[in-house]
């Protein structure tokens, strides 16, 4: 069952507050990772707020066209940046967001997937993830935190390295489950959290623990952030305790 986020204390304050008006507009650069959770949690906040939210999507890393760090290079409009902790710290070292506004908001899973109606596998210990790696005959992964985990870190540790260099591919751009849907690849990887919205897939589950990465996803106030005030306001929100059921909900776990 979704939080009832019309209770959260920092939609009170906001209901009290005297309407902008014209309602002014918060323009919301987010990745895929806390995409359904910002989606699912928008609403309220805009409703309370009386402001007008447009989300921007784009990879949090990345050389491609919508890659949160090329829009910014850009110049293109944004008040606030929901990414990968890690990517937001390096636009912090660029001055490309409000010193000190980075906050903590859910740790991201990384889980599997295979097209519906496929038979689905085992993947509940170390040993039976690896045989489920060998035995696909083609793998699918993203080209965010979770892809560069599988492809510089979790492949070396398991000792396939070499078999997967020849059957898995990085998609650039495009969600993985809509890979596996397409029937182009027979396992996809991907964030929890991005995998559990696509139609066509059915979820396999999460890599187990001993071998999980978890990205941390955090948001900032933009730099040349047109409402900075109400920026703040939002990631007050999406970082309060009223809001980690729906978090859970859409596939991610509470920050540390």
Request: hydrophobic share 40%; net charge negative; proline share 8%.
């Amino acid at each position: 069952m979704m939080a009832d986020t019309s209770q959260a204390p920092i939609l009170d304050i906001l209901r009290r507050r005297p309407r902008p008006t014209p309602a002014p507009e918060l323009v919301v650069m987010i990745s895929g990772g806390f995409r359904s959770s910002y989606q699912a949690l928008a609403p309220a906040f805009e409703q309370a707020a009386g402001v007008l939210l447009t989300m921007d999507p784009g990879p949090s890393e990345g050389k491609t066209h919508d890659a949160i760090p090329a829009r910014l290079a850009r110049g293109e409009p944004c008040d606030v940046l929901i990414m990968a902790g890690a990517a937001l710290e390096q636009l912090e070292k660029e001055g490309k967001i409000a010193p000190g506004s980075i906050v903590n908001l859910a740790l991201s899973p990384v889980g599997c997937a295979v097209r519906e109606g496929a038979p689905v596998p085992d993947i509940g210990t170390v040993d039976k993830f690896k045989q489920v790696l060998l035995d696909a005959k083609s793998v699918a992964y993203s080209d965010s935190a979770s892809g560069d985990y599988l492809q510089t870190a979790l492949f070396k540790k398991l000792g396939v390295e070499k078999e997967m260099s020849s059957k898995a591919k990085q998609i650039p751009a495009t969600p993985v489950g809509e890979i596996v849907a397409k029937g182009q690849a027979e396992l996809g990887f991907q964030e929890v959290a991005e995998l559990l919205p696509v139609q066509g897939i059915a979820f396999v589950g999460r890599l187990p623990s001993e071998i999980q990465h978890l990205t941390m996803f955090a948001g900032a106030v933009a730099k040349r952030a047109n409402n900075p005030e109400i920026a703040k306001d939002l990631l007050t929100y999406v970082s309060s305790s009223d809001v980690l059921e729906t978090l859970i909900e859409k596939g991610l776990d509470p920050p540390k």
